[in-house]
């Protein structure tokens, strides 16, 4: 969110319009953020999203894993928990499901995790490896969803130590559902990439998830260019042995044709 409207100028409408849909459907249980709820991770700048946040979608739980752009002031995880009312990483299981919010640690690329952060991680994961857990991350994998084209220079987890421990635990725990932001694509890069949007290279599902309110395109010449007025996130519908993702710009009020997706999600066995 950008209060000022001097670098995103429809940040906060876009967004507002987003928790309005959220908010005014009753079967929507609650809303999962990939972080990026501010620009340089201010107090003032949390304080502000919560003030949206209890303005417009009062009735609805939300939760958030932390982006980079909440470390950028490298002790912003003391403002986090302050504002916004959860530690940088947690979970919590609802109808049976897990969901885990696990923020970024650091706004360094070499530093995304800290060793406590990934041994709570596989902690979590060990001990719910028979039942679907919903991982909601910042920061997707290099490969695959998120990126596809390798177009956005800023994409990390790819080959330090922390990057290759954690995709090794995607590799090993099969039945977590991987959602995830940060290069804020819109899903129409899909047209362009059968990967933009979803993939499951490393076993688990991965699913990328644009922006609220700054999405991002490719121009001809793979250029990064921001859609303005433009809001995209998943309404995701969850049954006993799968998930329907529904992608919705909230904006122009639609569902998107080239971000619907159902996804197996049956348990299996992890060793």
């Given amino acids: 969110l950008d209060e000022s409207n001097t670098i995103y100028p429809t940040s906060v409408p876009d967004c507002q319009k987003a928790f309005r849909y959220y908010n005014d459907h009753p ?28 303005t417009y979608i009062p009735d ?3 939760h958030v894993a932390a982006g980079n752009h909440e470390e950028y002031l490298y002790n912003s995880s003391d403002y986090y928990e302050q504002t916004v009312g959860h530690p940088l990483y947690y979970t919590f299981e609802y109808k049976g499901d897990v969901f885990i919010m696990c923020g970024v640690m650091s706004s360094h690329e070499d530093r995304l995790f800290e060793a406590g952060e990934l041994d709570w991680l596989e902690g979590v994961l060990e001990a719910n490896k028979n039942k679907r857990c919903f991982l909601f991350m910042h920061i997707p994998t290099a490969e695959g969803s998120g990126d596809p084209l390798n177009a956005y ?3 990390q987890l790819a080959s330090h130590a922390d990057s290759v421990r954690f995709k090794g635990l995607l590799t090993h ?24 949007n979803y993939d499951k290279l490393f076993g688990t599902h991965s699913v990328h998830i644009p922006s609220l309110t700054v999405t991002r395109g490719l121009s001809d010449s793979n250029g990064l260019t921001s859609a303005v007025e433009l809001s995209q996130g998943y309404i995701v519908d969850v049954y006993e042995g799968g998930i329907h993702l529904r992608g919705r710009d909230f904006v122009h009020d639609r569902d998107s044709a080239v971000a619907s997706y159902w996804l197996d999600t049956a348990t299996q066995p992890v060793a």
């Fill in 153 to 155: 220079s800023g994409t």
């Fill in 173 to 196: 725990y099969k039945n977590v559902i991987h959602f995830h932001g940060h290069t804020h694509f819109k899903f129409e890069l899909q047209e362009r990439s059968d990967m933009a």
């Fill in 60 to 62: 609805k739980p939300v």
């Fill in 27 to 54: 079967d929507i249980d609650f809303l999962c953020i990939c972080g990026d709820l501010t620009e340089k991770g201010r107090l003032e700048e949390l304080t502000f999203y919560q003030s949206v946040v209890d």
